[in-house]
């Protein structure tokens, strides 16, 4: 994807809310699948979504939390 696309992506993510992913190409005139931009949004767009490395704090989390059977 690239910056076009990702402004359009979230200037319809803002009008119209995060779950129209099949509605989506048709009226922003973008021609890739709705999954396409539900995983580009929830990867690389959402401002909660952190990069960068881990903390050791993250890190410990990570290593001691029990995993589910």
């Given amino acids: 994807m690239d910056l076009e696309e990702d402004n359009v992506l979230a200037v319809y993510i803002a009008h119209e809310g995060v779950g129209r992913w099949r509605t989506l190409p048709k009226p922003t005139g973008l021609r890739r699948y709705g999954k396409s931009y539900r995983l580009q949004w929830m990867n690389y767009l959402r401002l909660c979504v952190k990069r960068g490395r881990i903390s ?7 290593l001691w939390t029990p995993s589910r059977p």
């Fill in 56 to 62: 050791p704090d993250e890190e410990d989390l990570i």
